[in-house]
């Protein structure tokens, strides 16, 4: 089991930034992936952004250019910095692992961008 905990939603002005974070503890070796998704109110959960073991990262269209990803593997945290927010990126964002068989999920963390 891997247990996660995501942290730094908050609420912002369209233009501001904020930086998420998701600490991962339990059986943590293994992951192949970690990744941040977001579901917006009456919405499918979509994939914003992605980074593999190696580093390689993918981004949503969406947030190409304005949002990074980043692992920190000494402390098992992957972080995910979001610029230049619209209100369209209004969501609860998920950190997500996958280590080839089974998905993590956390408990989500909101991030509302006023206009």
């Known amino acids: 089991q891997v247990q996660l905990v995501e942290s730094g939603g908050d609420l912002v002005q369209a233009g501001g930034s904020l930086r998420l974070s998701c600490a991962a503890s339990g059986s943590i070796f293994g992951i192949v992936r970690w990744g941040w998704y977001r579901q917006a109110p009456g919405k499918q959960r979509e994939s914003v952004a992605t980074i593999t073991g190696g580093s390689r990262t993918n981004y949503a269209d969406s947030v190409k250019g304005r949002f990074t990803i980043s692992r920190d593997n000494a402390k098992n945290t992957v972080y995910l910095q979001m610029n230049s927010l619209k209100p369209e990126d209004t969501a609860v964002y998920y950190c997500?692992?996958?280590?080839?068989?089974?998905?993590?999920w956390g408990q989500g963390t909101q991030v509302t961008v006023s206009s």
């Open positions: 997500n692992v996958w280590k080839g068989t089974n998905d993590y």
